[in-house]
């Protein structure tokens, strides 16, 4: 167990919709990271936030956004979903900004759009 | 940005064999180096890593090894065991870009009784 929890584990939803997924960072870890895993496209950065603030972009669409709150926990909101969507979504946390720090994976959200 | 690729992408070995899987990567900036195993159904976890300014780190049958000049890492087990079976991600982050990881492709490996 990482200590980095993700809900929901599962989510089925139709195209056009929106869908709010939940991160809780390990405790003490001030580093929040998306990231989405496809078939087609491997493990893919999205977005990292630093004690509430936007810190670092990756290929993140400009349908989905982020943030992340005072208590530390980060949503992601997904809208107008397409089928291409469909993927499994990872939160990971690391104690703060410096390169190289170890960041530990929560169990991911698997997202279903049909 | 940075672009890691890795091979093989599957890999098929006999338990107590050896596997060895290989990452290259463009960003000359790149100076941490982490291994991650996927079992299914879960995350991806941390197994080892290694830094710039080390050319080789072991721990117990896992090494990775580091050549910064041709700009190339490898993650080797010796003595696999079928509980080594899933897939294996490597990735890289450069110094100035934060903690931001780029993944390899993944390998899977598959440790046959």
């Known amino acids: 167990d990482s200590g980095v929890t993700q809900t929901p584990k599962h989510l089925i939803t139709a195209t056009g919709q929106r869908v709010t997924l939940r991160c809780s960072p390990r405790s003490g870890d001030l580093s929040v990271y998306w990231y989405q895993q496809s078939l087609d496209q491997g493990l893919q950065f999205l977005i990292q936030?630093?004690?509430?603030?936007?810190?670092a972009k990756g290929n993140i669409l400009e349908r989905f956004s982020a943030q992340q709150f005072p208590d530390l926990h980060s949503e992601l909101n997904l809208s107008s979903l397409e089928l291409g969507d469909s993927a499994l979504y990872f939160c990971?946390?690391?104690?703060?900004?410096?390169?190289?720090?170890?960041?530990?994976f929560g169990p991911g959200t698997r997202l279903l759009v049909l | 940005g940075e672009n890691v690729e890795q091979h093989p992408s599957t890999l098929s070995v006999q338990e107590g064999d050896s596997a060895v899987i290989k990452c290259t990567y463009s960003d000359s900036a790149s100076n941490y180096f982490p291994w991650y195993k996927q079992e299914l159904g879960k995350g991806p976890q941390l197994i080892i890593d290694?830094?710039?300014?080390?050319g080789e780190k072991k721990d117990q049958r896992i090494a990775v090894t580091l050549n910064k000049t041709a700009k190339h890492f490898s993650l080797h087990i010796t003595e696999t065991q079928p509980e080594d079976s899933a897939v294996y991600f490597c990735a890289a982050a450069p110094y100035n870009a934060g903690n931001m990881l780029t993944f390899g492709g993944g390998t899977r490996l598959m440790v046959k009784p």
């Open positions: 990971a946390s690391s104690a703060g900004l410096v390169s190289g720090e170890t960041q530990y």
């Open positions: 290694i830094r710039s300014n080390v």
């Open positions: 936030y630093y004690n509430g603030e936007e810190r």
